[in-house]
């Protein structure tokens, strides 16, 4: 399923059918279901964001959360975002970082989502350059 998403945008993703279904999809971050915080539960994914919790160091430093940047398209684990936000084995969502870290627990970067798979259809891929800068060539690209 696709969410605010343009279609000229998702032709320049870089996306590839791997067949049975499956799409690899590249994407900056692996982020662990376990460190999605406020924003769960919520029904309505077409609008807002929901947030990575960044407050334990180890799992920070493990994921490479710390190096997520505006425009970063990242993979959310075990989360399907087919008719709200939620936690399941398996699933997994795509989305953009649209707002920076928190201090207060529970919250951190904000991820809006592009597209999910309730069913692991979507591999996460790690590229680099796949963030909205590089992509679509504006503001500070890695290359």
Do not use: W
């Not at 996306?15 to 690899?24: M, P, Q, S, V």
């Not at 087919?82 to 201090?103: E, F, N, Q």
């Amino acid at each position: 399923k696709l969410f605010n998403l343009d279609p000229g945008l998702l032709q320049k993703m870089g996306i590839e059918a791997i067949g049975d279904g499956r799409l690899k999809v590249p994407v900056t971050t692996r982020v662990p279901g376990t460190c999605m915080g406020s924003g769960v539960g919520a029904t309505d994914i077409s609008t807002g964001d929901y947030d990575v919790m960044t407050s334990d160091p180890e799992t920070v430093a493990e994921y490479g959360l710390d190096k997520m940047r505006f425009g970063d398209f990242v993979a959310l684990l075990d989360h399907d975002n087919s008719y709200g936000r939620t936690y399941r084995k398996g699933a997994v969502s795509i989305g953009v970082v649209v707002h920076s870290d928190c201090l207060l627990p529970g919250h951190g970067p904000g991820i809006t989502t592009v597209m999910t798979s309730a069913t692991g259809l979507i591999e996460p891929v790690i590229e680099p350059s796949a963030c909205l800068a590089d992509i679509l060539k504006i503001g500070t690209q890695l290359g």
